[in-house]
């Protein structure tokens, strides 16, 4: 079987049987590896993204390292407008930091548009992924539309997204102009990720968990509809996930997608009865569970397995990306853990 | 009537009926205040919580601008570790910083133990705000015990609380140990500000919505039944809060409490149906809408009212504290609109 679209993380994905519980880790390539760390060490985040051999590279070692059953493109939520020339960078310990923050309808117009050539570098990362990941799927990756709001308004770190929710509220008018583009950005970076070859994909809302279920559905909901449809034609599952979304669960469900990523406060099983019928879930062990001792982790690990049988599918995760403390060899096992659990048992 | 426990904010909390609905505002003595700032201008965020002086004019200084139906005490979670004398301190923009964070069984025997002598300048406060309020209520504030274990064992800001829960799985020995001396702590001061006059109390687990359901139970839910029995026999009604608590109110309402605040997440009419029938709710407008315009927040404040109309009883708050750049003018106009919506509309 050398076909990913054949893998148990795909099929799990689409709720098909399995041969074990696939298993991947968000943030899986990032500052748990030392050899991220070292390819790293020089170069600027937002310019690894860019780099199709350094993204290549990346995107393997937790493949390498760890066995895992899918990569995922490394990237950045913010990558895609800053390759299409916004005036944004990643500031180390800070996060993403905007030179002239959206506020107005000026702002919204002075957004760069989708050029797919400003992107071309990421098809020729995911084709090179692809080549030499055989029949392990990759996941495309892209940011909501309201996380990447979120990024554009505060111009800088934010705890309480003080005024992307003002704008969001105050400015309609400039809430569905910045929303509806943010969409078509977020949509055609899946699908130019799917056209070179991924067959999976993620759609991150980092920040939705912060919003009231109204707040969500009136006006974000619609955005993330949008995105999902982009590639909606093109026969891969789709993933949805974001942290503290346990009272937006069921709606973020419904914005077209074939499984759902649940953080670690929501047992898996709880998520059941709140998603769609026939999705699937990831997640969702607690990502600090890895400095538990092993036994405690061990036993934490097979409960949310059993949790995620209620599911018709269940892809084992985090339930948030692993911490940079965290110790890779703790991955390594915990991946051999999951997939020596029987399906039956 | 100048008694406060027949207020209607006690009386709410207890699920009795009210003229009008009550309503208060965490952090509401603070930041948003051009009074606040002045008096604490030159003194230090600690200090200024030991100076009875202070801590009167301060916990008064929301009563009189903005005509809500309780004062709480000005004071810090780790305000009674500090007076016990625990080598804490509050960093601007930072946050609670140990200096000797608790990591081991000597951590915590080096803990001080409760002296009520230490203590004396809270009763003092207590007393002098008393008798100024008249019929007016005073709310009593502790930290609860895992968010008090979580400053001590981090030892400075922390936003997955990895150390905690890393002790929490690992040295269960130690993290009893401590926990019970927390619970110890935070109940008597309580008990404190209830015997020197507050009418209510609330106990803030600042960071309890970061744990799985199971681990709250398991190694939390236990302390904050201590910390809460303290004033069980005194005749007050208690308030439990915590933000991203949605998937443990359930759990948080089991603790001894009369009333259960609810973050802005968790629409209160759902709270209801998660938390001991007969408990009253708090909350829970998102703090963000007062930099809405005046149309939305108060549409979004007559939908509050009317959610908690199905408890039996009701206090409109935020849905977590004031932040800082609120305009004062507009939490004013706020309690206007609460307390003018008819009870029987």
Known sequence: MTDPAQSDLVRAARGEPVDRTPVWFMRQAGRSLPEYREVRAEVAMLDACMRPDLVIEITLQPVRRHGVDAAILFSDIVLPLKALGAGLDIVPGVGPVIADPVRDMAGVERLPGFEPEALGFVGEAVRGIVADLGATPLIGFAGAPYTLASYLIEGGPSKDHAKTKALMWGAPDVWRALMSRLADISGRFLRVQVEAGASVVQLFDSWAGGLSPGDYRAHV??????????????DVPRIHFGVATGEILADMSTAGVEAMGVDWRVPLDEAVTRIGSGQAVQGNLDPTLV????????????????????????????????LPDTDPDVLTRLVELVHEIPLDD
Chains 1, 2 share one sequence.
């Not at 949008?226 to 590639?231: E, F, I």
Request: hydrophobic share 60%; proline share 7%.
């Open 291 to 322: 400095f538990a001792p092993w036994d405690v982790l061990a036993a934490r690990a097979r409960e949310v397995v059993a949790a995620g049988r209620v599911a018709p599918g269940h892809i084992f995760n985090l339930g948030h990306g692993v």
């Open 221 to 234: 909901l619609p955005y993330s509809k949008v995105a999902l449809a982009a590639v909606a034609d093109l």
